[in-house]
């Protein structure tokens, strides 16, 4: 088994979280543009021969509208990370004298999502992206207030990784935790 626990496991969800988020975002937005534009075109030319806009109409716009389905998708996948994260920290094997270790990275990781919460917030708010990533509104909460959820992933992390240690026979002193 990974013997990184709750250290690495955290640092993990943080950039899943914001790639997650980003790509799809990304992609939404430039899929309506490319949406936007193939309809723009299909009115621009008017040929006898094939109707674009008709076409367009038959196939793109109806992906184009399922693709708001990946508001939703990218926060199940965000809530499956973090149930994934604890789940691990639970089938980690650590000494509990390590708990301390892991509660100081816990907050390191914390003071991290600060700034990535700030950087999204920003970015949000003054981006080409600004209009997709609005629409993403359980994962913009997840990212917006990140800090708080890394601090409950951390605890809970740490409580599962203490609860699985005292079970562990092999890290028993004498029989006794």
């Excluded at 309809?39 to 076409?55: H, M, Y």
């Amino acid at each position: 088994m990974n013997k990184k626990s709750n250290a690495l496991s955290i640092i993990v969800w943080i950039v899943s979280v914001v790639v997650i988020v980003f790509f799809l975002a990304g992609y939404l937005y430039f899929h309506n543009a490319l949406t936007t534009t193939i309809l723009d075109a299909g009115k621009s030319l008017n040929t006898n021969i094939v109707n674009i806009t008709d076409a367009a109409q038959k196939t793109i716009v109806p992906v184009n509208n399922a693709m708001n389905s990946l508001t939703w998708i990218s926060f199940i996948l965000i809530v499956c990370l973090a149930f994934g994260t604890l789940i691990e920290n639970y089938y980690i094997r650590e000494h509990p004298v390590l708990f301390f270790v892991h509660v100081m990275i816990v907050i390191l990781r914390i003071i991290a999502s600060i700034y990535i919460s700030n950087f999204y917030e920003d970015f949000m708010n003054n981006s080409i992206f600004s209009s997709s990533l609005i629409q993403f509104t359980a994962s913009s909460y997840v990212v917006l207030y990140l800090p708080y959820w890394v601090a409950v992933i951390g605890i809970f992390g740490l409580i599962l990784l203490v609860i699985n240690a005292s079970r562990d026979p092999e890290l028993r002193v004498g029989g006794r935790l």
